[in-house]
């Protein structure tokens, strides 16, 4: 008989996420649906302020992702203002999001996804001088793997092992699973870059926090350009920015691309994390000038894992649906004409599989009714995975000469066929993949900035907001989890309406009217649970899309509705004015 | 007089806390300090830094010293409530590698759901297996707003469904001290701007034992770690403002130790992001700066380890650790005299004529004396 088996809460996530599967007699998952548990409302917060004001709320969705929205929020309203903000402007701020994706990606793959790739327990058998030879094999300058410093990791954690109590945050996880693939040695590698990549982030941090002012919510954008001006026009602060892009790079190329190689040679044969993907359709959106006219991304859509083929985005086929989420009005909606009015029905009572294995009783998804606070992105219809793996293939399906080569040398250093991307470890891959990107190329941006500098040092365009003009604008690109969009309509010089379309919306959202899945939901069928009470496969598939929920939960009424006047009985469904 | 009685109090205090078991008997922060390779001095060096922080005097730098060496007897339970992560962020961001962040290393974070490993049922059971090892002596942070009262279901954690609002309340009940982190758990954050569809509030309203607020959108990682030793030194009580913010850490305006200040009192003026103004350092009060009516320690602890602060990087203070600061700050790149919303003080004092004093008048004293007598006028304590 089908069991259902809860995950709530998955930790090592932004947000507040809920996932729960059906799992057969055999293991398999038959059904899944994920659920956000959490909903703040900004959209409706936006509404009547004054558009200045509202990228800087509008960064607060997130505070890990945490200069994307404050971009995209700001371009949103240049683009409806129709400003032009001076070539200085956009170079800076491609310095901050270079390292914006550096941090996030960096943190992500080791301190969120990292312990479901690495058993901790099991580096502290690793035979130190083994795994110091070892690490050369993935790397020709490996960082953090001498003897001796092995030796000092796996004494710094065997002092947390021997007390389960003192395990502290790593206690009660899942070590020793079987579909752990590393052996002792990598382990002990993975290991220590999880310590290195605590400073290296840091680091990371006081880099955006050079041209941003802090870091995270860094306060440097202004509608129009950047207000860092006296620091680009400081040698030492520039300087600064370098050493440290130096000291981030070489992380990233001698520990990070290493320990994907190693994964990939390891992971290659693990059917949890090679199990085809539910949802194979792509899109991405240019980003990261690094000069006139030149990105690191670009724009496209990719169907049916088709690389052959990369069609042009058309920015009128984006919609947003609610037949399975906890708002009103279920219909296909384009953003610029969002609605979102709460219509909480909340969980049912049933069994599901307790920490024990036994049956316990529990709240459950009510899956034929709605289910969760994120909506249902569709693209002419049709679900779409956004994110690093989205951005590398539309790069990679476009020809982009410095996406090619990463991708390919990647590939040959590993001798995973393209087809294999198509997977949790493609998707893990292709992160580390576009950090590299960045890792290798954003300086472009900063040598051009220093040309620019010295012919112009125009930083924010001048501008005005007529009173009695409508305006409406989007700002669009690519950040760490994908494709984001935020639209702003401005009518009396104040937010009318304001949607934002994020990355984990488009991956997390539930299905739609036609029972058709989102790509969280779509990958999890299929899947082999090894143990029903350490559903660390799921967990795995979950953090590949380096969920981030507070970002995908955020919309609001745009009908001028008063939302406080709804009662709504969180047990029993309905809602009453 | 005063000092030496405070300081037999601390003393004894802190001898009291390290009568407490540890956490772990194998190490201890000083050694770990030791291991990490840094001197007694620099230790020392920090422990005087923080000291000041604190607005101690210089005397008690071998108890803050102390304070920081029995931090391990300190379980730490963290929850998220409705936020966006950016106080764990700051949090993360503590120092490369330095004694603020082996502090945070080594006290037992025994529930935190961004870094810990465990998930689901198994990490529900962390939660609960600490505030029953630990009850009455566990430390709760809490990040985010609490969507509450009958929208309590905006926000629910863990398979049985508990409202973010319950889970919060039963960890109140048994925690040695409570410190909401950030301007969301401290005042109801970004969700409870107007009109607060969510109904999200403090966590002072959902619990009757004290809380201390350490607000901020995120506050800097010193002051988190400053929360910490000023607790381990002073128990749950330390001199706290009106809105429960400890006066060490929000007693001053951004404006009286801003970097700018000069620019300011020689009525040097940025007219305009990217102006000659701008590129010279001028004060950022035309554009909107909220420095003098802000209560926080930026402009002298800046952020990342000293890297920078908003005003330096040429954009002014948006008023993040006061209550309400996006409705009641007005726009956000104009004077506070100009705007759409509610202000803070309501359209007293300061609030009327700050504007018209920064731009003509152009006295410090003047707007110093009339924000102060404005906050004096409007800040009353808490009932």
């Not at chain 1, 006081?206 to 954008?221: D, E, R, V």
């Amino acid at each position: 008989m089908s069991k259902r088996v809860i995950v709530d809460p998955i930790t090592r996530i932004e947000g507040h996420l809920r996932a729960e599967v059906i799992v057969g007699d055999d293991g398999v998952v038959q059904d899944a649906f994920v659920s956000s548990t959490l909903w703040r409302g900004l959209e409706v917060i936006a509404k009547g302020r004054d558009p200045r004001n509202i990228p800087l709320m509008m960064q607060r969705i997130c505070g890990v992702c945490t200069y994307s929205h404050y971009l995209k929020s700001t371009m949103a309203v240049e683009d409806a203002l129709g400003i032009k903000i001076p070539y200085n402007a956009e170079l800076v701020r491609t310095l901050m999001n270079a390292a914006l994706f550096m941090h996030d990606h960096v943190v992500h793959f080791y301190h969120l996804h990292g312990v479901d790739w690495v058993d901790i327990v099991s580096a502290l058998s690793a035979d130190e001088e083994k795994a110091s030879k070892l690490a050369f094999k993935y790397s020709d300058n490996p960082i953090g793997t001498g003897e001796n410093e092995l030796k000092k990791v796996k004494e710094k954690i065997a002092k947390f092992a021997k007390n389960p109590q003192g395990l502290g945050p790593f206690a009660n996880a899942y070590w020793g699973h079987k579909t752990f693939r590393f052996t002792p040695e990598q382990n002990l590698i993975a290991l220590s870059h999880y310590l290195k990549a605590l400073e290296i982030q840091r680091i990371i941090a006081q880099m955006m926090a050079i041209f941003g002012g802090k870091n995270p919510h860094p306060q440097s954008l202004a509608v129009g350009g950047v207000t860092c001006v006296m620091d680009i026009l400081n040698p030492a602060r520039m300087g600064e920015y370098l050493v440290k892009y130096q000291t981030i790079a070489d992380f990233v190329n001698n520990a990070y691309y290493a320990d994907i190689v190693m994964a990939a040679e390891m992971y290659k044969t693990e059917p949890s994390v090679m199990k085809p993907m539910g949802v194979k359709n792509f899109m991405a959106h240019q980003d990261m000038m690094v000069g006139r006219n030149d990105y690191l991304f670009e724009s496209g859509v990719i169907m049916n894992g088709d690389l052959s083929k990369v069609f042009e985005i058309d920015e009128d086929m984006i919609t947003e649906e609610a037949t399975h989420s906890w708002y009103k009005d279920d219909a296909p909606q384009h953003p610029y004409d969002g609605t979102t009015n709460p219509n909480y029905t909340g969980f049912v009572d049933g069994d599901t599989v307790g920490p024990d294995g036994k049956m316990i009783s529990s709240k459950m998804i009510n899956e034929k009714e709605k289910y969760s606070w994120i909506k249902s992105p569709r693209y002419k219809g049709e679900p779409m995975e956004v994110g690093p793996l989205a951005c590398m293939l539309v790069g990679y399906a476009k020809g982009n000469k410095k996406t090619v080569k990463v991708v390919n040398d990647f590939l040959a250093k590993t001798g995973v066929p393209a087809a294999a991307l198509f997977s949790t470890l493609g998707r893990t891959a292709g992160r580390m993949l576009q950090a590299k990107l960045i890792a290798d190329n954003a300086l472009v941006a900063f040598n051009n900035l220093i040309e620019n500098l010295k012919v112009d040092q125009e930083t924010c365009a001048t501008y005005t907001i007529d009173k009695n003009r409508e305006y409406k604008g989007r700002g669009m690109g690519d950040v760490p989890r994908g494709m984001l969009s935020h639209w702003i309509r401005i009518k009396n010089g104040v937010v009318e309406n304001y949607q934002a379309v994020v990355p984990s919306t488009w991956n997390a959202g539930p299905m739609d009217s036609k029972g058709a899945k989102g790509p969280y939901e779509a990958d999890l069928i299929g899947l082999k649970i090894e143990d029903l009470t350490q559903p660390i496969e799921i967990i795995r598939i979950i953090h590949s899309y380096d969920p981030c929920i507070a970002c995908a939960v955020h919309v609001m009424d745009t009908k001028g509705k008063i939302l406080s006047q709804y009662k709504v009985d969180p047990l029993y469904g309905g809602c009453t004015i | 007089m005063e000092n030496s009685s405070l300081f037999d109090k601390l003393s004894s205090r802190l001898d009291e806390l390290s009568n407490l078991p540890k956490l772990d008997d194998e190490v201890s922060i000083s050694k770990l300090i030791e291991e990490k390779g840094f001197s007694r001095r620099e230790f020392m060096t920090w422990a005087g830094a923080m000291t000041s922080m604190l607005m101690l005097p210089a005397s008690f730098t071998p108890l803050v010293a102390q304070a920081a060496e029995i931090a391990d007897r300190l379980p730490l339970v963290w929850l998220h409530m409705a936020e966006c992560t950016g106080c764990s962020e700051s949090l993360l961001r503590s120092a490369t590698p330095s004694i603020d962040s082996l502090i945070f290393d080594y006290i037992s974070l025994e529930y935190h759901e961004t870094i810990m490993a465990a998930a689901g049922w198994q990490a529900e059971q962390n939660l609960h297996n600490a505030m029953q090892k630990y009850k009455g002596r566990y430390i709760l942070m809490v990040e985010g707003g609490i969507p509450h009262a009958e929208s309590d279901y905006f926000l629910t954690i863990g398979a049985h469904g508990k409202t973010g609002q319950e889970s919060a309340q039963e960890a109140c009940a048994d925690a040695a001290a409570i410190f909401a982190i950030g301007s969301c758990s401290s005042f109801g954050g970004v969700q409870a701007a107007y009109p607060n569809p969510t109904n999200a509030t403090a966590l002072s309203n959902i619990t009757n034992k004290t809380v201390i607020n350490v607000p901020g959108c995120p506050p800097s990682e010193s002051n988190i770690v400053g929360t910490l030793l000023h607790f381990i030194l002073y128990g749950t009580l330390p001199a706290l403002d009106v809105y429960n913010r400890p006066k060490w850490a929000y007693g001053l305006r951004i404006h009286d130790a801003c970097e700018r200040r000069g620019r300011f009192d020689a009525g040097e003026f940025v007219e305009q992001f990217g102006d000659e103004g701008a590129k010279n350092g001028y004060c950022l009060y035309k554009v909107g700066c909220k420095g003098p009516y802000t209560f926080n320690n930026c402009s002298k602890q800046k952020f990342n380890q000293g890297t920078s602060w908003p005003v330096q990087a040429g954009h002014g203070c948006m008023g993040c650790s006061e209550p309400d600061f996006w409705d009641k700050m007005g726009i956000v790149h104009e004077p506070l005299g100009d705007r759409l919303y509610h202000t803070v003080f309501g359209g007293l004092g300061a609030d009327a004529t700050a504007d018209k004093i920064g731009v003509g008048i152009l006295t410090v004293t003047a707007i110093g004396i009339a924000a102060h007598a404005a906050i004096s006028l409007v800040k009353k304590p808490k009932e």
